[in-house]
């Protein structure tokens, strides 16, 4: 099994960055593609970020976040990055973070295997 431990949520200001951290436990960490998922009141979880399996020189981001988050990976922590810049209201929402043995295309369509407890991001003045 694979434990995912979130932090780095909190509140910021609207253009404001945060980055959040999801550490794994366990050996085959760089064997998962990993991920980011959210969550705002009222609606539907939602796919934001996949880096790919090994390197992670494969992602994928919603569109309602390009150019604004950037995700990474460290296998050697065994922990996956999520920065994000220039932050909106709408951007609040409760972050997952999520792992899975397939790859990160699938990840986009919420085929995972392992879920984090999600942590709160809420962006407001």
């Known amino acids: 099994q694979v434990q995912l431990v979130e932090s780095g949520g909190g509140l910021v200001q609207p253009g404001g960055s945060l980055r959040l951290s999801c550490a794994a436990s366990g050996r085959t960490f760089s064997r998962y593609a990993m991920g980011w998922f959210r969550q705002a009141p009222g609606k539907e979880r939602e796919f934001v970020a996949a880096i790919g399996m090994w390197s992670g020189s494969t992602t994928y981001y919603a569109d309602s976040v390009k150019g604004r988050f950037t995700l990474s990976r460290d296998n050697g922590k065994n922990t996956v990055y999520l920065q994000m810049n220039s932050l909106k209201p709408e951007d609040t929402a409760v972050y997952y973070c999520?792992?899975?043995?397939?790859?990160?295309?699938?990840?986009?369509?919420?085929?995972?295997?392992?879920w984090g407890q999600g942590t709160q991001v809420t962006v407001s003045s």
């Open positions: 999520a792992a899975d043995q397939s790859t990160a295309a699938t990840m986009q369509r919420g085929e995972i295997d392992y």
